[in-house]
């Protein structure tokens, strides 16, 4: 689990890449571009799902642990190795123990995670929605369960994508049927939505109708801000 944790690709940006000689430095009018797509895409809404940014404030992983008051830690699995001791953890810090790009420093502790999201399922809309049975089980075809209660999720609420790495590569959304980050922000939504407060429409309907109607030059700037989240593997 913890070389697996540590494998995994850091969420960066295009700038950061190419100060480390990986990708070749944006010119200065994508730069101007990246950045005015950057504020855009906070005044017409995304961010409000796609958060910026989080603060992680414990950045070793470990394992095993007893960390979340011993939920984590495989009792099962203590008992057929007589080595699996909380006490000798193979341990992993992001900050300390990654090469670059690796994830930022945050003053006071902890670090900033820039991953565009807030790891919470919204209401997509009719539109997105999947065409399943109304809802759905979990991966395994068994309920999930909460506090002993069976969960449900309707076939239109999706956890946010974190829009890290987005500008790697396509395709998007939840079964890939966006070729293009354009067509990934108008499924957001459509042309004529069921009205507010009325079953099918979509949360993030507002936000998408901003974007739509900016001028072109503007989609264009968050375009380009959506392809400058790209995400690196590390020589760890
Ligand atoms: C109400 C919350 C919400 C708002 C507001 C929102 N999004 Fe999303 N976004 C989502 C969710 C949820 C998904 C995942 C949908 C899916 O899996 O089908 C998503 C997916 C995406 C994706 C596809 C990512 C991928 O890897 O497949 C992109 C790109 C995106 N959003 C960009 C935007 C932009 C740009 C805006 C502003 C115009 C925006 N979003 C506004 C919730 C939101």
Redesign the pocket.
């Known amino acids: 689990m913890t070389i697996y944790s540590a494998s995994l690709e850091t969420p960066s940006e295009v700038a950061q890449l190419a100060s480390l000689g990986y990708v070749q430095a944006p010119s200065a009018e994508d730069r101007r571009r990246i950045e005015a797509g950057r504020g855009l895409?906070t005044s017409?809404?995304?961010a409000?799902?796609?958060a910026p940014e989080m603060a992680l404030t414990n950045t070793r992983f470990e394992e095993p642990t007893l960390r979340g008051n011993g939920n984590y830690y495989d009792a099962a699995l203590a008992k057929l190795d007589p080595n699996y001791d909380p006490k000798r953890p193979v341990a992993f810090d992001v900050l300390k123990d990654a090469k670059p790009p690796r994830a930022e420093a945050r003053q006071g502790g902890g670090a900033t995670i820039r991953l565009y999201g807030d790891l919470k399922?919204?209401a997509?809309g009719r539109l997105?929605a999947d065409h399943a049975d109304g809802e759905s089980d979990g991966a395994d075809g068994d309920s999930l369960k909460y506090d002993g209660k069976v969960v449900k999720i309707p076939a239109d609420h999706?956890?946010?994508?974190e829009?890290w790495g987005?500008g790697n590569t396509g395709p998007?959304?939840?079964?890939n049927r966006?070729g293009t980050?354009r067509e990934?922000?108008l499924?957001?939504g459509e042309d004529e939505p069921p009205a507010p407060s009325q079953p099918g429409r979509?949360?993030?309907q507002e936000?998408?109708d901003?974007?739509k109607a900016r001028p072109a030059v503007e989609q264009e700037s968050?375009l380009a801000f959506?392809l400058s989240l790209r995400s690196f593997a590390p020589e760890r």
């Open positions: 895409f017409v809404g995304c409000s799902c796609h399922r919204h997509m997105l999706f956890l946010t994508a829009l987005v998007y959304l939840h079964d966006a980050l990934a922000i499924f957001h979509s949360e993030a936000s998408r901003a974007f968050i959506l």
